[in-house]
């Protein structure tokens, strides 16, 4: 069926439905289409088996409508929201994707940190934005980024989500909200035990988590930061760090 010309996308996984855990649609069921490859290399990413060039051989150049009809089963044929992340989902050509499930009825959401910008960006209904702060290792390019918000401009809604893991991100989080103030910011209290890619249920230290959690609702409410909103990653509590969830 695919002929020379169509769309290959770099897949890792698709899973689901699960609800999101994470950000401004926290708690909604989703799809997860997760595609492999990143242009970072975040010091603690969560997600190494889409990111780390030995597991390239697992990301399956997929055509739309493979992929799609996957969601398809998956979502039992009834729309719903479909999460695009990755790595780097901005990396691969993922229009004809989202106009394929558009005409289904389906909506999109979309995860990057913001260091490639698309002119399809304007086709999602939900862009969220994740620049990484210091603790990451990795620097932001804020032309870049401003790139990604021009392209999402008259398009979908936009939201902010900053992993925070110490103060000096905790600053960075500031400056970033203080550069978008029209922009909703979500604050993560970052995971300290990723998961190794290989293993299923790796052990995840929740009562860090939490902590790091209250930690951050006490210096927003200190600061009297009442623009922020702070939220964990619901599904690491629950499912600590299981793949496919
Ligand atoms: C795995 S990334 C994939 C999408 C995109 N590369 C990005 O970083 O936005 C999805 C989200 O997980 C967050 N994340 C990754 N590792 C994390 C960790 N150890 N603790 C908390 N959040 C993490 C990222 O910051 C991002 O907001
Ligand atoms: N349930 C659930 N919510 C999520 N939100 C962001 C995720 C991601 O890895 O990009 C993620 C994920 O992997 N699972
Ligand atoms: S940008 Fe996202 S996927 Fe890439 S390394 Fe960082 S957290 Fe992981
Ligand atoms: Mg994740």
Redesign the pocket.
């Known amino acids: 069926m695919s002929g020379p010309g169509e769309t290959r996308i770099r897949v890792s996984e698709i899973f689901g439905p ?5 950000g401004i649609l926290i708690g909604l069921p989703t799809v ?1 289409v997760r595609t492999g490859g990143c242009d970072y290399r975040c010091s603690w990413c969560d ?1 190494l088996h889409a990111v780390d060039s030995e597991y390239r051989d697992q990301w399956l150049p997929m055509g739309v409508e493979e992929i799609w009809s996957e969601v398809v089963t998956l979502s039992g044929g009834k729309p719903l929201t479909v ?1 695009l ?1 990755g790595g780097n989902p901005a990396i691969q050509p993922l229009a004809p994707l989202i106009a394929r499930g558009k005409a289904d009825g389906y909506r999109f959401a979309l ?1 990057t940190q913001g260091s490639i910008a698309k002119d399809w960006f304007a086709d999602l209904d939900v862009l969220v934005l994740s620049p990484k702060p210091p603790s990451s290792g990795m620097e932001t390019d804020w032309q870049t980024f401003d790139d990604c918000l021009r392209m999402a401009a008259d398009g979908p809604q936009v939201a902010l989500k900053i992993v925070v893991f110490d103060e000096r991100d905790y600053a960075y989080a500031r400056d970033t909200a203080a550069r978008y103030p029209h922009l909703p910011l979500y604050l993560q209290p970052g995971n300290h035990t990723p998961p190794p890619p290989d293993d299923d249920d790796a052990k995840v230290d929740i009562d860090g988590i939490i902590d790091r959690m209250l930690w951050l609702v006490g210096k927003v409410t200190e600061d009297r930061w009442f623009e922020a909103r702070v939220l964990p990653q619901l ?1 690491v509590l629950l499912w600590g760090n299981r793949r496919g ?1």
Do not use: L
């Open positions: 699960t609800i999101q855990g994470e997860f997600t999460s992340s995860e599904h969830v």
